[in-house]
């Protein structure tokens, strides 16, 4: 029996918690629109109110995942400088908690397959979040030679990549099970010997 007492302004967001907790559970793909309606206690035409389908559902959970995502980069990398190592360090912290913490948005945000065209809100919230590492990059290679400079887009991709890969292959299952290293100290240890190799921070920082 649906619930009663939803009133205007919070059904939206009742819908975005209910298919979150499902994404967590099943996956992105695992549950349908009637399931999440029947999980915020409402009747299916009522997720229409505020979503054209599922994928627009899930396209708002990415959403809101970057949002919080870009937050926590920035405050991460504020909090880490002026140290190189230590700034990329901490928001390679924050990757590793944010996908501990909010698992329902990451697995919107990577695992659902939706475009982060669907919506121009999604893509701002992704770009700021991406935005935030660009900008570390552009600031910590002014130090080099034009020359020698790697493109700060590049320099960007490479430690998101890297952040992301220790996430999916040591952080999202039992912790300790597929590696003898704690996930934070493989993406400190791998962090500082990329930024070594570009000379961004002493040999024996």
């Known amino acids: 029996m649906a619930k009663q007492g939803y009133h205007h302004g919070n059904l939206k967001q009742a819908l975005i918690e209910a298919a979150l907790k499902l994404i ?14 029947k999980s915020a206690g409402v009747t299916p035409a009522a997720v229409y109110r505020h979503f054209a389908g599922r994928d627009d559902l899930i396209a708002e959970c990415a959403r809101q995942g970057f949002a919080i995502f ?22 390679g912290r924050a990757y590793l908690a944010f996908a501990r913490k909010f698992p329902g948005h990451y697995m919107a945000m990577f695992e659902s397959g939706i475009s982060l065209n669907t919506d121009p809100a999604l893509a701002r919230s992704a770009e ?68 070594r190799g570009l000379g961004l921070v002493p040999q024996d920082s």
């Open 70 to 91: 870009g937050d926590l980069m920035e405050h991460a990398y504020n909090d880490g400088k002026p140290s190189a190592l230590r700034a990329f360090e901490a928001t």
């Open 128 to 195: 700021r979040a991406r935005a935030v590492l660009t900008r570390a990059a552009e600031e910590l290679t002014k130090q080099m030679p034009a020359g020698r400079r790697p493109p700060a887009a590049m320099f960007a991709a490479h430690i998101w990549a890297l952040s992301h890969g220790v996430v999916e292959l040591f952080a999202r299952g039992t912790p300790g099970a597929r590696s003898p290293f704690p996930p934070e100290e493989l993406l400190e240890a791998g962090l500082g010997i990329y930024l």
């Open 24 to 37: 967590e559970q099943q996956g992105p793909q695992g549950f349908t629109l009637s399931d999440a309606a």
